[in-house]
């Protein structure tokens, strides 16, 4: 990606499918941050997490372009009430694809094409909040 991220406002957020299957055993989450950059989120009950970091932009209405970086993996646990990432494995990443998507409102939905992490994500996202905390910080 050599252009600089042309992001779309109403992408720009914390995605959860969470709410939308309340009952799963896992749940993906997807990132869109301002500055073009972005990660999705996986876990599961059996207290594995996967973090798949990307940079992003929007090159036309609906239009999403995404360039994987890097992969990171490990166990989750509950350290005084907070959730702690242990990453135990990192796979740099780096085939830029695209997909397409739309926002659906009342509530928002963001829907994609496919996933944007092809081995365990998503394709359908509540919006959480717009601002996100990242879970493993420490190994960007």
Known sequence: MHNPPVPD????????????YPHDPEYSEVVFRADGTGWTYW??????????????????????EVEPAVRLSGTWSVVDGGTRHAVED????????????????DPLVLE?????????????????????????????
């Not at 406002?9 to 939308?20: A, C, F, P």
């Not at 990192?90 to 409102?105: A, K, N, V």
């Open 9 to 20: 406002e109403n992408l720009v957020g914390h995605w959860s499918d969470r709410d939308l």
């Open 90 to 105: 990192r796979e740099p990443l780096g085939t830029t694809s695209f997909r397409t998507y739309r926002i659906t409102d």
């Open 43 to 64: 876990c599961s009950w059996s207290t594995e997490f996967t973090v798949e970091r990307f940079r992003w932009r929007v090159t036309a209405p609906g239009v999403l």
């Open 112 to 140: 994609l094409d496919r996933p944007i992490d092809t081995a365990l994500g998503g394709t359908r996202f509540a919006l959480l909040s717009r601002e996100a905390v990242d879970p493993a910080p420490a190994h960007g």
